[in-house]
């Protein structure tokens, strides 16, 4: 059993930056992939970034592309997920995802709690 926990969010400006952490229990983080997956109220949830276990192949949503930059530290056991020039749009609850192979979208055989990420215009 793998407990995800994420960190990191909160209120931000347009224009402005937040990095997420996601720290795993239970289990080594480095076993998995991992990935990045946001749901705004009344919209689907959406995968925006992935990245393999050992770090070396990562994939993005269009919509984040250019803006957002997934990576992990094996050695602290936790994935990030850095995000720059955010939107209005990209306000949402985060949720940190494992699974056992790397894919875009993931196929997550576990979820964290989420975070809440707000960008005000």
């Known amino acids: 059993q793998v407990q995800l926990v994420e960190s990191g969010g909160g209120l931000v400006q347009a224009g402005g930056s937040l990095t997420l952490s996601c720290a795993p229990s239970?289990?080594?983080?480095?076993?998995?992939?991992m990935g990045w997956f946001r749901q705004a109220p009344g919209k689907e949830r959406e995968c925006v970034a992935v990245?393999?276990?050992?770090?070396?192949?990562?994939n993005y949503a269009d919509s984040v592309k250019g803006r957002f930059t997934i990576s992990r530290d094996n050695a602290k056991n936790t994935v990030y997920l850095q995000m720059n020039s955010l939107k209005p749009e990209d306000t949402a609850v985060y949720y940190c995802?494992?699974?056992?192979?790397?894919?875009?979208?993931?196929?997550?055989?576990?979820w964290g709690q989420g975070t809440q990420v707000t960008v005000s215009s």
């Open positions: 995802a494992a699974a056992g192979l790397v894919a875009m979208p993931l196929s997550p055989n576990y």
């Open positions: 239970g289990r080594t983080a480095g076993n998995y992939a």
């Open positions: 990245i393999s276990w050992s770090g070396a192949i990562t």
